[in-house]
């Protein structure tokens, strides 16, 4: 037999055994799964268990953590670490592992299938927040966040607090974690070898991202004028969308730890209507599909009357951009064999190959406004509608939203909005 036919027959032989051990890998519970699939770590490329994400929702026990699975159509309750899990809202995932955080300006990295987790910076190493004894507060400095921003002093034209930023911004403990704190997105799965990076995106009015990792303890603001939106971590850098439409590659510079941003292709057009000194009026991710492209997916909100009972509800309509190998934006509705999985902590692109239950071309949602969701809970502990806002999924080819059945009548009490996650190995 010839080298070639032998190397064939071994590459045979292991894509069959890989489907086995992936087959075997998929029938298992949770914190198994976790567990079975540590055990090939070091033999297996990681990818290997890396399917649709679950979804991490809210427990009426503090002590314990309840997630589920759209693939499978299952749940499993794990036990909440303290305190990066206890009484914290989840602000990015990323393989595995998740980003909490607190009422006092602390932001944790947990990984809910082993207890693991480590302490981000504290909001006070950002450089524009006054000083204070106990952080039940935080005043903003507006002048000293915007000079960052624009990459010079005033007049800051057209920006929500002013052409000359005079004053300060305060925001409660609880309002930095509902409105201050956007997504926080990871640069990997292993920070447990302590060699993470973060990147922390604000809301609308302060716009700047800021950087932290495990060599530079502070939290560093960074320009960018038009406002970022949302981020990913993509093929070792982080990729960044902005309000405007412009995606961004970062690169750290090694020496300063500072981090700037290079324009990676050509400005998205978006049909927006926005007024003046407003939040934008429809919402943009940021994914990569599994062989690398760059997608943006854009969220517009809106309402429709019920049939049933001629009321207006909320519901949302989605359109996926792709960038070509000529480096334009493509709008599609055929995004082949996956799925898109977006929210207010990660944004994803998966093949839908073996899991029949994700439905293909179609984008899976949950609510991205954690201050918003908080008032409406304010309102009302239970609405009829609220269902299709917090959780749900759009058909790209025929353009309904609908509920994730699975998940029963829970879904108008969802408060926080859930997470995605994905299992990893520990």
């Excluded at 991490?56 to 305190?83: H, M, Q, W, Y």
């Excluded at 002048?143 to 052409?163: C, E, M, Q, S, V």
């Excluded at 640069?187 to 990147?199: D, E, I, K, V």
């Excluded at 969802?414 to 997470?419: G, I, K, L, R, S």
Aim: net charge neutral; aromatic share 12%; proline share 5%.
């Amino acid at each position: 037999m010839s080298k070639s036919s032998i190397i064939s027959e071994i590459n045979k032989k292991k894509v069959y055994y890989l489907k086995k051990i992936r087959n075997i890998h998929d029938r298992l519970a949770f914190l198994d799964r976790v567990a079975f699939a540590a055990v090939f770590a070091t033999s297996c490329d990681e990818d290997l268990f890396l399917h649709a994400p679950w979804l991490v929702l809210p427990c009426n026990k503090r002590e314990t953590v309840r997630l589920f699975s759209i693939a499978d159509r299952r749940g499993a309750t794990v036990p909440a670490p303290e305190p990066a899990l206890r009484d914290h809202f989840v602000i990015g995932s990323a393989r595995g592992w998740l980003a909490t955080a607190d009422v006092r300006g602390h932001i944790y990295l947990v990984n809910p299938s082993t207890g693991e987790q480590h302490e981000l910076p504290h909001m006070s190493t950002m450089g524009v927040f006054g000083p204070s004894t106990n952080y039940h507060n935080f005043s903003l400095n507006i002048k000293a966040l915007l000079t960052i921003r624009y990459g010079h002093g005033p007049p800051f034209n057209d920006h929500y607090w002013g052409p000359e930023g005079h004053g300060t911004f305060s925001y409660t403990a609880d309002q930095m974690r509902m409105w201050f704190y956007r997504k926080v997105v990871l640069s990997s799965s292993r920070a447990r070898h302590g060699t993470y990076a973060a990147m922390l995106i604000t809301e609308w009015k302060v716009g700047a991202p800021a950087f932290a990792t495990a060599e530079d303890r502070v939290w560093r603001l960074a320009p960018s004028r038009d406002g970022v939106e949302d981020a990913i971590h993509h093929g070792g850098q982080f990729y960044s969308v902005s309000y405007s439409g412009l995606v961004e590659a970062w690169e750290r510079n090694a020496e300063s730890g500072a981090y700037t941003s290079t324009v990676v292709a050509p400005r998205l057009a978006v049909e927006e209507h926005k007024e003046e000194y407003r939040e934008p009026s429809c919402r943009k991710y940021l994914a990569a599909s599994p062989g690398g492209r760059l997608m943006v997916v854009i969220k517009y909100p809106g309402h429709v009357v019920d049939d049933r009972y001629s009321q207006s509800r909320w519901s949302c309509a989605f359109k996926v951009h792709v960038l070509g190998d000529d480096g334009h934006w493509k709008e599609t509705r055929d995004i082949g064999e996956l799925g898109l999985f977006v929210g207010m902590n990660n944004s994803l692109c998966v093949r839908t190959i073996g899991c029949p239950r994700i439905k293909v071309g179609c984008v899976y949602y949950t609510d991205d406004e954690r201050g918003a969701a908080e008032q409406r809970k304010q309102a009302y502990i239970s609405h009829e509608y609220s269902d299709y806002r917090a959780v749900g999924v759009y058909s790209l080819m025929d353009g309904t939203v609908k509920k994730i059945e699975a998940l029963g009548e829970e879904q108008p009490s969802f408060y926080e909005p859930p997470a995605w996650i994905t299992p990893s190995t520990p």
